[in-house]
């Protein structure tokens, strides 16, 4: 206020043009890269939380060819817990693709390098608290269990063949071994696939 005049103030402008979000995408990519853990791995889809399972089951969501994103979701059934891990693959001059909720995710993040040389950021989700969720996951992994136990051994389909199905469920720190796959299978371990989705989800 000058001599009882109020000076209007220009509104304050936030710069959100495609440099200034590629340099503030470039700033956090840097900053992840000095504070998060460096771990290796021998493949993206398997990761400690895969490696590490004893009973549950894992769903891998491809990576993405254009973005080099991925995503794995994994079900321990003896710990009831849910866990998610989103990561991305790296490469020189690439951009941050990962949806992060700094501080919280600098806990929660690693470099992974494989054998292959590839660098990937990963962040790790994840939640402990949905009673009912993990109650109808144990409940469709014994029915696909009890299934394959009692369906006769034939040839399968090219789907039932597909590794990323084959791996899904786990038993003794093993994938589950399918002698068959009739159509019921299929459609328990999409339900499950669904059901562990539906966690990050809400």
């Not at 909720?101 to 470099?111: F, I, K, Q, S, T």
């Not at 006769?152 to 720190?173: E, F, I, N, S, T």
Request: charged letters at 25%; a positive charge; proline letters at 5%.
């Amino acid at each position: 206020m000058v001599h009882g005049v109020v000076l209007a103030q220009p509104p304050v402008q936030f710069n959100n043009s495609q440099q200034a979000l590629q340099q503030y995408e470039a700033s956090t990519l840097e900053s992840l890269m000095e504070r998060c853990t460096a771990v290796k791995t021998e493949h993206y889809q398997s990761p400690d939380e895969v490696r590490t399972l004893r009973n549950g089951y894992v769903d891998v969501a491809e990576q993405h060819p254009q973005t080099g994103l991925y995503s794995i979701f994994v079900f321990d059934q003896d710990k009831r817990s849910f866990t998610l891990v989103d990561g991305q693959m790296l490469k020189p001059g690439g951009r941050l693709q990962l949806r992060l909720a700094l501080p919280r995710d600098y806990g929660r993040c690693r470099l992974v390098r494989d054998a292959q040389g590839i660098e990937r950021l990963e962040v790790v989700h994840m939640e402990r608290n949905y009673v009912s969720d993990a109650q109808r996951m144990q409940r469709l992994r014994k029915e696909s269990l009890d299934l394959a136990a009692s369906a006769p051994a034939m040839p399968q389909p090219a789907l039932c063949q597909d590794a990323k199905l084959a791996g899904r469920v786990w038993v003794d720190g093993k994938p589950q071994a399918l002698s068959s796959c009739p159509e019921a299978q299929l459609a328990l371990h999409t339900r499950m696939r669904k059901q562990v989705r539906k966690v990050y989800e809400r």
